[in-house]
């Protein structure tokens, strides 16, 4: 049963940090490219950053560009988000996707991120 669950989102001031964390069971973690994507309230959802199987390319929303940072670690079946210089436009739901061609895409349940003073 694949599942992936997402954890680390909170509340966090403007310029705060915080680092999401994504953990993948029931499916070949390390074949699978792995995307990070975010809704706000009345918005659509859009992506936030992605990464391949391998981890040897990264690709990122307009918006974020300079201050997040994805990466994976595929010992621990295990991405991330790095979110840096949050501003109060980050506050959404964060949720993890796995892809891989031929495949149904997964998605994992979100975790709530606001930024706010």
């Known amino acids: 049963q694949v599942q992936l669950v997402e954890s680390g989102g909170g509340l966090v001031q403007p310029g705060g940090s915080l680092r999401l964390s994504c953990a993948a069971s029931?499916?070949?973690?390390?074949?699978?490219?792995m995307s990070w994507y975010r809704q706000a309230p009345g918005k659509e959802r859009e992506l936030v950053a992605g990464?391949?199987?391998?981890?040897?390319?990264?690709n990122y929303g307009d918006s974020v560009k300079g201050r997040f940072t994805i990466s994976r670690d595929n010992a621990k079946n295990t991405v991330y988000l790095q979110m840096n210089s949050l501003k109060p436009e980050d506050t959404a739901v964060y949720y993890c996707?796995?892809?891989?061609?031929?495949?149904?895409?997964?998605w994992g349940q979100g975790t709530q991120v606001i930024v706010s003073s």
């Open positions: 996707k796995s892809a891989r061609a031929g495949r149904r895409d997964n």
């Open positions: 990464i391949t199987s391998t981890g040897g390319r990264s």
């Open positions: 029931g499916f070949t973690f390390s074949t699978y490219a």
